[in-house]
């Protein structure tokens, strides 16, 4: 497996520095927010490769919207001040018209946490002249949860499961949500009870399962895409004197906090995006493509990080030093 020792070299004081002061090596990350710990991890993993290879580094917050993140690519290429740029998108769909501006004005361009296009689970370049994809295919990832949960659920009749998702309005979001109702709905002892928005931050996720567990007190997982939601709903279980230890809890990203919880048996399970490796190894096929060098096109990071993607108690037992790659 790559890991971030094997990719990174440079000094921490270099990897922190954002200038702007040479343009033309000034490398662009569009942020699908900058006001969440996942995209300042992949952040911090485009900087520790671009301080390395000479470049340097700016962030734009595209604050969670599809629109403004468009808006803000265009303006970005009409300035001319950008040797290359890689972005998490809002709309994986939507922003792919983006995409073809800049690869028709010569700026090798990369994709990161999703493809870029109407095939979220293919890696493979779906704009032509695309730099790189360094993404998770959300379906096999969200299988991979969901068997975790059946395999949990194989001796409980009823097994009342909740799912937190971040927001149905995203194509992703909505992409992983089927995939769990597909794999659990093959079972007859699993139910889904409700199903809640945490748009990726715990507030909104704490009203959510609060919200639920008032319809729907017996419950026996919580699946979610992301571990920023099970922080609220570890503390809406706690409030409803129910012992988090005692439900199946599945989250999402390998948080810190996350790993923290899966070593004291308070969660079960994340599914991993190493959001720093990420950053890493996008930056390091944009240096490539600047510099005329050879080009890994499609980076499957469920396969790509220092552990295996799903990573619940055994695996940490099996790698004491992971400690996640984001704080949430």
């Not at 300042?40 to 520790?48: D, I, L, M, N």
């Not at 109407?118 to 959300?138: F, K, M, R, Y």
């Amino acid at each position: 497996m790559t890991t971030l020792k094997t990719l990174l070299s440079a000094s921490t004081a270099l990897a922190l520095v954002a200038g702007v002061a040479n343009a033309e090596g000034t490398i662009a990350y569009f942020a699908s927010t900058s006001q969440n710990g996942f995209n300042q991890a992949t952040y911090e993993g485009v900087q520790e490769v671009a301080a390395e290879r000479g470049y340097d580094t700016e962030i734009l917050d595209g604050q969670f919207d599809a629109a403004v993140q468009y808006s803000q690519i265009e303006d970005a290429l009409a300035s001319g001040r950008y040797a290359g740029m890689i972005v998490a998108p809002n709309d994986s769909v939507g922003i792919a018209g983006a995409f073809e501006q800049v690869v028709a004005e010569g700026i090798p361009v990369g994709t990161v946490l999703f493809p870029v296009g109407p095939d979220l689970n293919s890696l493979d370049p779906q704009v032509d002249g695309i730099t790189v994809t360094a993404a998770s295919p959300p379906v096999p990832g969200a299988t991979t949860q969901a068997e975790g949960v059946v395999e949990y659920c194989a001796d409980l009749d009823p097994c009342n499961v909740v799912v937190i998702i971040g927001a149905q309005i995203f194509p992703f979001d909505n992409l992983r949500l089927e995939t769990y109702e597909k794999v659990l709905g093959e079972h007859d002892n699993i139910e889904i009870v409700a199903i809640g928005e945490g748009y990726y931050a715990p507030d909104p996720s704490l009203q959510a399962m609060s919200d639920i567990l008032q319809a729907n007190p017996d419950v026996d997982v919580v699946l979610s895409n992301a571990d920023q939601h099970l922080i609220g709903v570890e503390i809406a279980l706690e409030s409803a004197g129910i012992d988090p230890s005692e439900l199946y809890l599945s989250g999402g990203g390998a948080a810190a906090i996350a790993i923290d919880a899966i070593r004291e048996g308070r969660w079960d399970a994340t599914l991993a995006y190493f959001p720093k490796t990420m950053g890493a190894l996008a930056m390091e096929q944009i240096a490539n493509a600047i510099e005329g060098k050879p080009v890994t096109q499609s980076i499957n990071m469920d396969e790509a990080g220092p552990v295996q993607a799903l990573i619940d108690a055994e695996v940490l037992e099996a790698n004491p030093d992971f400690t996640g790659e984001w704080e949430q």
